[in-house]
Every structure is written in C-alpha cells, then in structure tokens.
C-alpha cells in the first residue's frame, strides 16, 4: 500500500490540479467527496482541505466531518478549507469589503516553520476569495499576511500535530513558490517519501492485474489513442494472448490511420483483429444531420459490432477499458452534496450488454501520467505522443451529413495539415489539430475556370487538459503552405480558414 494524501473536495474549480501537483512529487493523492472522508489508515500521511465555490457563511455549506481526522494526520486547509477550519475552532470569518482576486504578495511570515522553507519574502501568490478570516481560534497563531488581508496562512496544533490554514492557492501556476509549498507540507511535514512512480505504478498494476484475472480472458476495443493502448499493454503483460483486442474501422479515421495504427498493435505483440465495418457505419449515418443524433448512431454501431465480435469468443469474463482518472473522480456537486461519476463516453452501455467485468487499469491516473506509464512499458512514441481524436471521429468533423466521398475530400485534406504539422515540428506544440469539411461551398478561379467548390476549416489548440482551449499561433508561412498545398492536390476544395476561436465560448470540435 502507498502513503497517500488524502484531498476533501469541496467542489473548488482547483481541486484535480491540488492532485496533480502532489502527484508530480511522486506522491500518491486521491480526491474524495468532502462528506467520504472514510477512516483514516495507516498510509494517509496527510489531508488537504480544498477550497470551494460556497462561502462558509452560508446556511448550506459543506460541512465536513473532521472528528475522524483531527488528530491523527497533518491537515492543510486551502481558501474555503482554511476558513471553515478557523470558523470551526471558534475564529471569525466575514465578506471581505471587496472580492479579493488575482496576484498578491506574502509578508511578515515566519520563517522558521517549516511549510515556508525556501520559500522567498514577498512570494507571488494567488487569491481568489470573497470572505476573509478576521479571528483565529485560541490556540492558532498568524504565520503569514498579504498586503491586503491580515491572515494568508495560520497554525494550529491537535494532539502534536500540525493543522495549516492558507487563504491563497498554492495549486495554481501564478503562485509562484505554490509547488514548494506544497512540498514542503507532504514531504517534510507530513514525511511522505515519494514511492509513488509511473514505473512502480506499472509494476505493480501488473501484479494486480494478474491477481485479479486469474485464468480469465479479457476482450477490449482500442481506439489507436493513448489511453486504450497502454490500458491494453498492462493487461497484456499480465495475461498475454488471453486478451482480445478489436480494433474497429468505423470508415472515420484519419487517412491510412486503420492500417498504420494496426500495424503497430501487431508489431507490439498484442493479439488484436481487425474489424472493417465501414459500409455500416456510413449506412447507420445516411441522412443524418444532427450532431447529437450522428454521435448516437456512431456509437450504436460500435456496439453492435463488438458484441458481434465479442460473442465470437468463447470463455470472456471481463472487458478492458482505457477509463482515466477525470473520468471517474467524484466531484462535489456546488449545487448539493449529490455526487455524480461521469460514464465513460465511448462504450457505456457494453459491459451490461455483454455481462461482462469491468477492468480499468489506468482508472487513477491523469493524462499526463498514463503518458507516463506508456514510456516507461514502450509504447511506441507515434501512438503515446497522438493528438486526441474523438471516437466519433470525422464523423463530428463533417458538418451535416456524412458520406463516403465527403470522407475521402477531408482525409485528403487533413493529411496535409498533420503531415505539414509534423514536417516543421509543430505537432508537439499544439495540443490538437482537426481539418473540418464545411457545408458551404464558395467561389473560386482555377486556371482560367471559375470553380465553385468546398470549404475547410483547419483548428489547432493548445490547451491542457482539453477543458480550455487557446487557439495555436501557427506561423503564417505555416499556414501559407498548408493552404496551397490542400487547393493545388485536394480535388473538390478551393479555399481554407484558420479557427480563431478560443474554448470557452467556442468548443475544440464543431459540432
Ligand atoms: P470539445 O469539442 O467539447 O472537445 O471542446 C473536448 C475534447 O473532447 C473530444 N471530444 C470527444 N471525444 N467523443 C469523444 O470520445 C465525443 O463525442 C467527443 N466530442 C469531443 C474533442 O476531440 C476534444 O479533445
């Protein structure tokens, strides 16, 4: 069993990056619903209170319950955690005059505790606050002000042990000294050591997997992404042949993507069959206009066909999936303590169908982790370094309705935006990139003709994690040629735009 530090969401935007930054100490985190606090076990080094959308003042705040915890493990209450602690012993919390929200700078604190090693006078640190705590309770001391609120951080003891309360996020990048901080609480206060790495996370995953499995069989459809490859490759390596892999050609993929991506499958020894249901897929889409309504049918069609595939083989108990940690955290509710857990969007409604096990390796891991985890077991870089590509693939990138030629144009197409991307070493820049076939067609001249042709869109998007999204500063002499390359070679399209749009208000795809 890993040490752990244990983190009480109280539904705060921050929370999942709270996990990331411990994890990045190689240190295992787990987040819970503020009210599933649980006992606290022997591996718990420490429990981080997070912040949160509710002021403390209000009727219906989130009320944790610390008898279970106070006492036995470091505590770290962060913004609304931090109040709600002060509130709780006795202190006082009120509206501060105005909302405090953007940079600000520590003083006065004191140097000789430990939570502030390394860390420099007048740090940059971000706040994001409505109430302020005015009192401490008896036994708690200020340990470090801002330039505008008298407490940014407090002690406590209980039982020996110490109980912080910091008023700004020390999670996000604009605290600039946050990662250190945070360090400083799960490494020398809390005395985590850091045995939580991708590869002791592969390691043991495949002991686990072994255990669990037992003489059984595994199917599991990959997606040629990331996630359902390494997925696939740890359970591989626990079980060898007895996992099925199938591999779908839904008739939307990117340009030769079927055959290129099969190919690796194979060459990493996985047993997987190919399955070509393109004339499906197409037949399932005829007509169809509606994107909510295309991604229905895609996804119907790719039940049908892996039940169909699925029923072939004799002895399955369980079916493999590439399910990732924000898929499954159970994030607090702001408008309740109702939890909700997000469906995996892909195959929900399979394991059911096939009464079938569900075996999810990669379930507490982040993306950047099962990166991660897919270096460290050789996952070939052409498959770990893919951009995200959405199971309904083009089919949510032809706009309107769906048809083999339009296919075949915006394969073309998109063919040499990703070829272009990789030719000038722009694909690691950007986060995804997606050629969109318009509905519109427009006026042009070629030679001495004049044309009257398609319209592409080309989408490139930094981002982290796909929730925002920044569109890519490609290069104009990028954009140039890419341009002409797609007129001059794609017959049946004569004019291309760049998405200027930014995610909010816009999404990464069009429909
Ligand atoms: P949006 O368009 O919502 O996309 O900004 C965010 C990320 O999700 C991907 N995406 C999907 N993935 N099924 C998927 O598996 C879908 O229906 C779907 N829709 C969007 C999108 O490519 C981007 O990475």
């Excluded at 994001?128 to 609120?149: K, T, V």
């Excluded at 020390?170 to 000294?177: I, N």
């Excluded at 939890?339 to 169908?353: C, R």
């Excluded at 001059?488 to 909010?504: E, F, L, Q, W």
């Amino acid at each position: 069993m890993h040490e752990k530090i244990l983190i009480l969401d109280f539904g705060s935007q921050y929370t999942q990056l709270i996990a990331r930054r411990i994890r990045e100490l190689n240190v295992y985190s787990e987040i819970v619903p503020y009210n599933k606090a649980g006992e606290i076990g022997p591996h718990i080094k420490g429990v981080i209170l997070s912040g949160s959308p509710f002021s403390v003042l209000d009727s219906n705040a989130p009320r944790p319950d610390l008898e279970k915890i106070m006492g036995k493990v470091p505590l770290l209450g962060i913004c609304y955690g931090a109040q709600w602690m002060a509130r709780h012993f006795g202190g006082e919390v009120a509206p501060s005059a105005k909302r405090e929200y953007g940079r600000a700078h520590l003083r006065e604190f004191d140097r000789d505790d430990p939570l502030f090693e390394f860390i420099p006078e007048d740090s940059q640190v971000w706040m994001s606050h409505a109430d302020s705590i005015l009192g401490l309770p008896e036994n708690a001391r200020i340990i470090a002000r801002s330039d505008s609120i008298p407490v940014a951080a407090y002690r406590m003891e209980d039982s020996g042990l110490p109980v912080y309360g910091i008023q700004f996020h020390p999670e996000v990048t604009h605290s600039v000294d946050g990662a250190t901080l945070l360090e400083n609480f799960v490494i020398r206060i809390c005395g985590c050591r850091g045995d939580w790495t991708p590869a002791s996370f592969a390691h043991e995953s495949i002991e686990r997997l072994r255990d669990t499995l037992g003489s059984d069989s595994v199917v599991m459809g990959l997606s040629g992404g990331v996630d359902s490859t390494v997925a696939a490759e740890l359970i591989h390596r626990a079980i060898g042949d007895r996992l099925y892999c199938i591999f779908v050609d839904n008739g939307l993929l990117r340009k030769d993507e079927f055959s290129e991506v099969l190919e690796s499958y194979r060459h990493m020894g996985l047993n997987v069959k190919g399955v070509d249901a393109k004339e499906l897929f197409y037949k399932a889409l005829k007509g169809l206009r509606d994107p909510e309504e295309k991604r229905k049918a895609i996804g119907k069609v790719f039940i049908d066909v892996f039940e169909e595939e699925a029923r072939q083989l004799n002895n399955v108990k369980w079916l493999g999936q590439g399910t990732i940690y924000p898929d499954v955290i159970e994030s607090v509710s702001v408008h309740g303590p109702s939890v909700t857990i997000k469906s995996h969007h892909n195959v929900g409604g399979l394991p059911d169908k096939l009464q079938l096990r569900v075996v999810e390796p990669l379930r507490s891991l982040f993306k950047d982790e099962v990166r991660k985890v897919g270096h460290e077991i050789h996952i070939p870089p052409a498959i770990l370094m893919r951009h995200p590509f959405p199971g309904p693939g083009l089919g949510i990138r032809i706009l309107g309705e769906v048809t083999p030629e339009k296919v075949a144009v915006l394969q073309e197409a998109d063919e040499h935006f990703i070829r272009g991307l990789r030719e000038d070493g722009l694909y690691d820049e950007v986060w995804q990139a997606a050629t969109i076939l318009l509905p519109v067609q427009s006026v042009g001249v070629m030679g001495d003709e004049r044309s009257y042709e398609n319209v592409v869109a080309l989408r490139a998007v930094t981002s982290r994690d796909g929730m925002t999204a920044d569109w890519a500063r490609l290069p104009y002499d990028f954009l140039a040629k890419v341009s002409t390359r797609i007129i001059n070679h794609v017959k049946g399209v004569n004019r291309v735009v760049y998405d200027i749009s930014t995610k909010p208000p816009s999404t990464i795809e069009w429909e």
